[in-house]
């Protein structure tokens, strides 16, 4: 078989999504958005959920490859499902995380998923561990990944405060996937949200016309050189951008 029909083996995979997860006192805030990419250029899926229900009390967020992240999400489930039912209780959050870091470190050669595992238990109330892509474990105040937390490191920094309030921590979540959405080509849709805390779990999802609008000032280089300001609010910034990226720019000689 010639090489070029073996192109493909080789060729690089872009994947991308925006997941967190904030601990508040008395629960958690995981979320995510719900667009599904194939190479970064086609979208298979605006409304796939990755926010995924592991336990009665403890979620996790998925990132990477889709198939290898449902394939250990899976996996997890049955495991800390049996685990539980050896013990005769509820499994802890942390017990979750480690089976994930498990199935991801075992098979880190063969696997492109990383996860961020949030949740309550009875031993040690709301925690956020986040699981690497070779397996390790990190339990954090906040966390975010994907390929759209790139772009709010700094937003995160700026915004996140210890002691916030739930309906604090729902905001500061909505908004930073807004934003990472805004600026991330592979990132977008609707934002999945779900509420952990010791009565039980509680979903959400913000349809992408009620998200938060925020405004932004661009230099748009005309055919004359003159730059003309321009200001896009919320998701017209994607559809505006587009549109100028086509635009032939012409120089005057």
């Given at each position: 078989?010639?090489?070029h029909?073996n192109?493909?083996?080789s060729?690089?995979?872009?994947?991308?999504?925006?997941?967190?997860?904030?601990?508040?006192?008395?629960?958690?805030?995981?979320?995510?958005?719900?667009?599904?990419?194939?190479?970064?250029?086609?979208?298979?899926?605006?409304?796939i959920?990755?926010?995924?229900?592991?336990?009665?009390?403890?979620?996790?967020?998925?990132?990477g490859?889709?198939?290898?992240?449902?394939?250990v999400?899976?996996?997890?489930?049955?495991?800390?499902?049996?685990?539980?039912?050896?013990?005769?209780?509820?499994?802890l959050?942390?017990?979750?995380?480690?089976?994930?870091?498990?199935?991801?470190?075992?098979?880190?050669?063969?696997?492109?998923?990383?996860?961020?595992?949030?949740?309550?238990d009875?031993?040690?109330g709301?925690?956020?561990?986040?699981?690497?892509?070779?397996?390790?474990?990190?339990e954090?105040?906040?966390?975010?990944?994907g390929?759209?937390?790139?772009?709010?490191?700094?937003?995160?920094?700026?915004?996140?405060?210890?002691g916030?309030?739930?309906?604090?921590?729902?905001?500061?979540?909505?908004?930073?996937?807004?934003?990472?959405?805004d600026?991330?080509?592979?990132?977008?849709?609707?934002?999945?949200?779900?509420?952990?805390?010791?009565?039980?779990?509680?979903?959400?999802?913000?349809?992408?016309?009620?998200?938060?609008?925020?405004?932004?000032?661009l230099?748009?280089?005309?055919?004359l050189?003159?730059?003309?300001?321009?200001v896009?609010?919320?998701?017209?910034?994607e559809?505006?951008?587009?549109a100028?990226?086509?635009?032939?720019?012409?120089?005057?000689?």
């Open positions: 078989m010639s090489s029909n192109g493909w083996r060729a690089a995979v872009s994947t991308g999504t925006t997941i967190i997860a904030v601990r508040y006192d008395g629960g958690v805030v995981i979320g995510s958005d719900s667009r599904a990419s194939m190479g970064g250029e086609y979208v298979s899926s605006r409304v959920n990755k926010v995924v229900q592991v336990h009665d009390k403890i979620f996790c967020c998925m990132s490859s889709l198939a290898d992240a449902q394939a999400t899976n996996a997890a489930i049955h495991k800390l499902n049996f685990h539980s039912m050896q013990m005769g209780e509820p499994p959050v942390q017990s979750a995380a480690s089976i994930m870091r498990e199935f991801c470190y075992k098979h880190r050669d063969e696997l492109s998923a990383g996860f961020i595992v949030a949740g309550w009875r031993k040690r709301p925690q956020v561990f986040e699981v690497s892509l070779g397996g390790m474990v990190v954090q105040e906040f966390t975010i990944g390929s759209g937390s790139t772009y709010i490191y700094g937003y995160m920094d700026a915004k996140f405060k210890p916030m309030t739930r309906e604090q921590c729902l905001t500061f979540t909505t908004n930073a996937i807004t934003l990472a959405m600026r991330d080509n592979v990132s977008g849709g609707v934002v999945h949200l779900a509420v952990v805390t010791e009565s039980g779990a509680e979903r959400q999802l913000i349809p992408g016309n009620k998200l938060p609008v925020f405004s932004r000032v230099l748009v280089n005309e055919y050189g003159i730059q003309v300001r321009v896009v609010r919320g998701n017209a910034f559809s505006f951008w587009r100028q990226s086509t635009r032939r720019v012409v120089r005057r000689v």
